[in-house]
């Protein structure tokens, strides 16, 4: 059975910094690219960034560029994302995802997701 736990959310302040993991079992973790969605209120979800099975391939949206860093650990079956000089509109319920494949691909192929953890920037 797969499973994928996140933690790291909470409530912090614009510019602050929070680190999200996803520690994952139940799959071989490091057959796949793996990545990093949210969902504010009220919109869709959307792609935030998400790394190649062994990490030399890394893809990021336009929003968290330079702010966002998506790391893996395949010793220890876990994803994360640092989040560095957070602003408001980074709140959201950010969910891990597993691609069925190696390389990241198409967004459309992440086709097992996490029940999400809620980050919260307050102004």
């Known amino acids: 059975q797969v499973q994928l736990v996140e933690s790291g959310g909470g409530l912090v302040q614009t510019g602050d910094s929070l680190t999200l993991s996803c520690s994952v079992s139940g799959i071989t973790f490091d057959n796949y690219a793996w990545g990093w969605f949210r969902q504010a209120p009220g919109k869709v979800r959307e792609f935030v960034a998400a790394?190649?099975?062994?990490?030399?391939?890394?893809d990021y949206a336009d929003s968290v560029r330079d702010r966002f860093e998506i790391t893996r650990d395949n010793a220890k079956n876990t994803l994360n994302l640092q989040m560095n000089n957070l602003k408001p509109e980074d709140t959201a319920v950010y969910y891990c995802?597993?691609?069925?494949?190696?390389?990241?691909?198409?967004?459309?192929?992440?086709?097992?997701w996490s029940q999400g953890t809620q980050v919260t920037v307050s102004s």
């Open positions: 995802a597993k691609q069925k494949y190696r390389y990241i691909g198409s967004l459309s192929d992440f086709d097992f």
């Open positions: 790394v190649s099975w062994i990490a030399n391939a890394r």
